[in-house]
């Protein structure tokens, strides 16, 4: 098991940035998928982006592929969402989640029911 916690949210004009961090304690972070998943008031938890236990391979949701880039750091227990071009869209609160490699493997990492740990969230909310 492993603790989340999310920052960096906040208030940002339409067009423009934001960057999310997650740190992660308890648990060994580099044998964990990472994802960040969004939920925006009266809908469904919603996959964003996820991130394979070297770093070295990431997937996206197509609705923020080209604009989101997800990144982590297993030397400082991190994972950040790089957002750029925000759209009034893209408000929501954002969660950083872990998940096993074996579910990235397989490639279920855009269900919200495969990870195990989630953060607390940190809302976004983009002005048009």
């Known amino acids: 098991q492993v603790q989340l916690v999310e920052s960096g949210g906040g208030l940002v004009q339409a067009g423009g940035s934001l960057r999310l961090s997650c740190a992660a304690s308890?648990?060994?972070?580099?044998?964990?998928?990472m994802g960040w998943f969004r939920q925006a008031p009266g809908k469904e938890r919603e996959f964003v982006a996820v991130v394979s236990w070297s770093g070295r391979a990431t997937y996206y949701a197509d609705s923020v592929k080209g604009r989101f880039t997800i990144s982590r750091d297993n030397a400082k227990n991190t994972v950040s969402l790089q957002m750029n071009s925000l759209e009034a869209e893209d408000t929501a609160v954002y969660y950083c989640?872990?998940?096993?490699?074996?579910?990235?493997?397989?490639?279920?990492?855009?269900?919200?029911?495969?990870?195990?740990?989630w953060g607390q969230g940190t809302q976004v909310t983009v002005s048009s």
């Open positions: 989640a872990a998940t096993t490699a074996s579910s990235f493997v397989r490639g279920t990492y855009r269900a919200a029911r495969d990870y195990n740990d």
């Open positions: 308890g648990g060994t972070f580099n044998s964990y998928a």
